[in-house]
């Protein structure tokens, strides 16, 4: 079936051939919108060219295990992009985006090894870096990667010809490689007008509304509605209990002494935490509802200790749940054992697959009637978006890994359509955190910051803490914000070394 983006794009070029095109067509579902070859015909004079686009790797071991989806992950790869882009006046400006591949969650195969899945994950990346630096019209970062997203992914489908894979890259998988240069492309241009890259969302800096990418209801709104031009100062510090994480001393066989927690009432004391992530298998209904107990009643005593009366969770089953019967199931029974646990529960992301479209049965109308039940690895599209609104979910996750243009654009539609939000990490470190947690920040009704480098891969922070105290070492459960006022992402020129 066409996409509604396919299908206007086809829609576009016909009328363009036709020689009717007035700039703008009706295409049907209320949407009116440019082509893709004419969507930088018309501009600002601060719009910019790409000019040039390298990037490179770092690699890291984690500290201990964490557990995604059923497999367990014990290392990470760093892309690091580095891009020019020039005004129409000459002036030039560097700009940084730095992110994991996250390959064993953009792209959790069953047939492909985790090495088969980050060496298509970093040719794709190669082709991104030719098709972002070959692309020479100027723009907005929002409508010039906007218009390359096509060929990304026909890009990511010719690696996986040519390659034979038994399945295509994901397009989860393609937005995450292509998520560095996106950043990359956003921060310099910030950097060039000498603003945060959350001021130039409006009419002043971009030519469209959010018509042009959502349709017609969105007539006359701006991204910039939907975002803080400066950031909010401090966010509470959402912490992760992973499936295979210790809970109590109990639970350790052999201690890492390495100076860092270890058990949750040691991450509790240590950095006084108010806001608790849950991992969940999915496939064990007893074991999850006496996982979320547990965490509930070793944090209740540890907040006891401390004179703490209020903290939240949030579950995450990693869309590991059968189906909604088991969610509904696990509901009940959290409910009964633990009523104070159930009610601390924010919101619940991603219970079931990914795949919203082959599994239209899995409505969550009745479960996100007791919480927010929030999408993540299905958030690929303002389609998705509103297919997941349809099947009764009522939130969405935003993450940086899937760029920061879609960041923007679908952060605004979950506001206009009233829904629950929330950012979530990647396992991000150093740069990619600044990032993330500058997403948080500065995106309207967000209220939380997630930050899971600091315990499964803190080496990959240990130049970053200095620079960016607040972001990296916490101490009353909420990270400091404040300092990310500076022109771009707020990021440096490139990795700390």
């Not at 630096?133 to 409508?143: E, S, V």
């Not at 399945?167 to 492309?185: R, Y």
């Not at 949030?314 to 009964?336: C, G, T």
């Not at 500058?438 to 939380?448: E, P, Q, R």
């Amino acid at each position: 079936m066409t996409s509604r983006r396919a299908f206007l794009r086809q829609m576009g070029a016909a009328a363009a051939v036709a020689g009717v095109w007035p700039g703008v067509v009706d295409v049907g579902f209320g949407f009116r919108q440019a082509p893709a070859v004419l969507r930088t015909s018309a501009g600002k004079l601060t719009d910019v060219k790409i000019d040039e686009v390298t990037f490179a790797y770092e690699e890291h071991r984690y500290r201990t295990p964490l557990k995604f989806g059923g497999t367990l992950t014990d290392r990470v790869s760093i892309l690091n992009v580095h891009c020019v882009v020039s005004a129409k006046n000459g002036k030039s400006a560097r700009g940084f985006g730095s992110m994991p591949m996250g390959n064993v969650w953009s792209w959790p195969s069953r047939v492909l090894s985790y090495d088969q899945t980050l060496d298509a994950m970093k040719a794709l990346a190669g082709r991104v870096r030719d098709i972002t630096a070959a692309y020479k019209p100027y723009g907005h970062p929002i409508d010039l990667m906007w218009t390359l997203e096509d060929q990304y992914l026909a890009a990511a489908s010719e690696i996986s010809r040519a390659r034979s894979l038994p399945e295509p890259i994901p397009k989860l998988c393609t937005l995450t490689a292509v998520s560095p240069f996106d950043a990359a492309v956003h921060d310099a241009f910030g950097k060039l007008h000498g603003v945060s890259c959350y001021q130039t969302y409006g009419r002043e800096f971009m030519t469209h509304d959010l018509s042009h990418y959502l349709g017609n209801e969105f007539k006359g709104e701006w991204i910039s509605q939907y975002v803080e031009p400066k950031p909010k100062p401090r966010m509470p510090l959402y912490h992760l209990v992973g499936a295979v994480d210790p809970i109590e001393e109990s639970d350790i066989e052999k201690r890492l002494n390495d100076g860092l927690p270890e058990t949750l009432p040691e991450w509790i004391r240590a950095d006084g935490l108010s806001h608790i992530k849950i991992k969940l298998n999915g496939s064990d209904l007893a074991w999850d509802v006496a996982r979320v107990v547990r965490v509930d009643r070793v944090t209740t005593a540890t907040q006891a200790e401390r004179r703490v009366k209020d903290w939240v969770y949030s579950l995450d089953f990693n869309e590991r749940a059968p189906n909604v019967q088991y969610l509904l199931d696990f509901l009940a029974q959290l409910k009964k054992q633990t009523p104070a646990g159930f009610d601390r529960v924010q919101y619940i992301e991603q219970p079931t697959a990914r795949d919203l479209k082959a599994n239209r049965s899995n409505v969550m109308h009745e479960a996100a009637k007791q919480k927010p039940v929030v999408i993540d690895e299905s958030l690929s599209d303002y389609e998705s978006l509103m297919l997941a609104r349809e099947m009764g979910y009522s939130g969405a996750a935003l993450k940086a890994c899937k760029g920061q243009t879609q960041a923007m654009i679908m952060g605004a539609a979950v506001q206009h359509h009233k829904l629950f939000l929330c950012v979530q990490d990647l396992t991000c470190p150093g740069a990619s955190l600044i990032h993330s947690a500058g997403l948080s920040a500065h995106v309207k009704t967000v209220a939380a910051i997630e930050s899971n480098s600091r315990q499964y891969v803190p080496e990959a922070n240990a130049k970053w803490d200095k620079r960016y105290p607040g972001l990296f070492v916490i101490k009353d459960g909420t990270v400091d914000t404040s300092g990310l006022t500076g022109p771009g992402l707020s990021l440096p020129d490139g990795p700390l070394t």
